[in-house]
């Protein structure tokens, strides 16, 4: 039995030999290959790269064009993306990486606007989430402002693009900050550039048909309805209410002049807008929202008028005070201004197509356009007005008109800290303390005003009032020259070795603030 299951061992043994020296004769018996030496195999690497990166998967062309002899243009950005591949949004969407894109900031542009795609994306669900995609090509562009005295064809515009093109196999990000991107002078436009409310409108024809014209004014009107019910302008309309409720008793003649008295103030502030959007290109809310400033001036009115409906001082004017008697002409105006100014910052329902269309468009229509939302908005008022009867079914005079005042008081001082989130991203981050502090100042000077309303001595309520005003100002200068960004600072910008090159070429001093990897 041993013998026998030796030798079984050694012929397993002979067998696996032979078919070693069987492979080993197949592979020294093959013909001889020439390889070329190591240098040559790397130049072919090399060659096989280029002829990959040669159609490449995706490519960037950025311009901008301007409206001749004017101060805005548009900022436009093209994606061309590869056949069989899709690039995405800018919508943060679970299934994507969004499409982002950065201008650089630079002290020659006053404004940029939103990007806007030039069709809307492919909306698609799968199971790793929902996604809008382009194919082939797609431009996003943006409404620009330059500043005075510049040279368009001087101008360069600096951008950082990043996001990712995929198809079903893999997905390729960019991110251009390493290389970034810069936009020269194209042409002159023959028409408006884009809107800054992101409107589709704003590739329309320059001609309106008249049933594209009577369609736009008749969502004008009911937009401007629509603006009574907005979170802006909810709190005056509050104090509007209440002087309805004080109108009650009152002969029809005067309840008809106040009420035109305030739709007269509702109209002067959307004619002022027309008058902007129609000469200076600017949108709905555009000077409020765009302008620090005309930011700082709401906000401190907002909540002046807040501190009066809580009693903290009354306000000289009849109807807008806390504990007004009656309401006056003047005070029922300068309500409907303020009213419309609290709407600016909102954007209600068919708002923005209804403004869109201005552009480009002669300014009779934009007149017409927004003369139609502030006939919307005032419609109730002056419907008020032609029948008195209506106030009637409001609720009689008592005591729930304090309560409804002060709870007023408390929504104004709420839009406030609506209006106050609109201090964010550079640069309005940094006015956000001074404006704070300015607040801080109002509040106690209207205090001190306050402190001296009820005096029978007329001459301690005016001196009351200049103590007062003098406090404000002082406080708000204070605020913005001691708490306010610096008048002088060094400007950053993302870096870039082109410009870093173009510096050093000009013996000018560079600073690069860098860190180390996270």
């Known amino acids: 039995m041993r013998r026998n299951a030796c030798s079984c061992w050694i012929e397993i043994r002979f067998v696996f030999l032979g078919l070693a020296l069987i492979a080993l004769a197949s592979t020294t018996c093959r013909p001889a290959v020439a390889q070329p030496p190591a240098s040559q195999l790397a130049r072919q690497d090399s060659e096989q790269l280029d002829d990959v990166t040669a159609i490449p998967e995706f490519e960037f062309e950025t311009s901008f064009s301007m409206v001749k002899g004017k101060r805005i243009g548009q900022l436009d950005v093209t994606l061309f993306i590869a056949d069989g591949l899709h690039g995405y949004s800018q919508s943060d969407l679970p299934g994507q990486l969004p499409t982002k894109i950065v201008v650089t900031p630079d ?55 990043s996001g990712q093109v995929c198809n079903e196999e893999k997905c390729t990000q960019f991110d251009r900050g390493e290389n970034e991107l810069v936009a020269e002078f194209h042409e002159y436009l023959t028409v408006q550039p884009v809107p800054l409310s992101g409107s589709s409108i704003a590739n329309a024809s320059s001609t309106l048909t008249q049933s594209q014209l ?89 909540f002046a008028f807040g501190l009066s409906m809580l009693g903290i001082w009354e306000i000289p004017i009849p109807g807008l005070g806390a504990n007004s008697k009656e309401e006056g002409l003047w005070g029922a105006f300068l309500l409907g201004i ?106 106690f000077g209207c205090w001190w005003i306050g402190s001296a309303s009820y005096s029978t001595d007329a001459r301690k309520r005016r001196s009351a009032w200049i103590w007062g005003i003098t406090m404000i100002a002082a406080g708000a200068i204070a605020a913005f020259l001691i708490l ?35």
């Open 338 to 443: 303020l009213t419309t100014v609290l709407a600016t910052p909102c954007t209600g329902p068919m708002l923005v197509p209804a403004t869109a269309i201005v552009v480009g468009q002669p300014a009779w229509v934009a007149y017409l356009v927004f003369t139609c939302l502030g006939l919307g908005m005032a419609l109730p008022y002056l419907l008020i007005g032609i029948f008195p009867i209506l106030i009637h079914w409001l609720p009689k005079p008592g005591p729930w008109m304090d309560t409804f005042k002060q709870v007023t008081g408390f929504v104004l001082l709420g839009t406030v800290v609506f209006l106050l989130s609109g201090f964010s991203g550079e640069p309005r981050s940094k006015y956000l303390v001074p404006t704070l502090a300015t607040l801080l100042a109002i509040g």
């Open 214 to 302: 009577l369609t736009c004014l008749g969502m004008a009107l009911l937009a401007g309805l629509i603006l009574n019910a907005m979170p802006c302008v909810l709190p005056v309309i509050g104090l509007k209410v209440m002087a309805f409720v004080k109108q009650a008793g009152e002969n029809r003649l005067r309840i008809f002049l106040l009420n035109m008295a305030f739709s007269a103030g509702l109209m002067l502030v959307f004619l002022i807008v027309a008058t902007l959007a129609a000469f200076f290109g600017m949108g709905w809310g555009d000077w409020l929202t765009k302008s620090i400033p005309g930011s700082v001036i709401i906000t401190s009115v907002v």
């Open 107 to 161: 002290e020659q542009l006053i404004s940029v606007g939103e990007f806007i795609p030039d069709r809307p994306p492919q909306r698609k669900t799968s199971s790793i989430g929902v996604t809008e995609e382009y194919e082939d090509q797609i431009t996003w562009s943006a409404r620009i402002e330059i500043a005075k005295d510049v040279i368009e064809q001087e101008l360069q515009i600096g951008m950082v693009v």
């Open 484 to 518: 306010g960004p610096p008048r002088y600072e060094l400007e950053w910008k993302n870096f870039s070795i082109t410009q870093l090159n173009e510096k050093q070429a000009a013996n000018q001093f560079v600073f690069v603030d860098f860190t180390g990897p996270n």
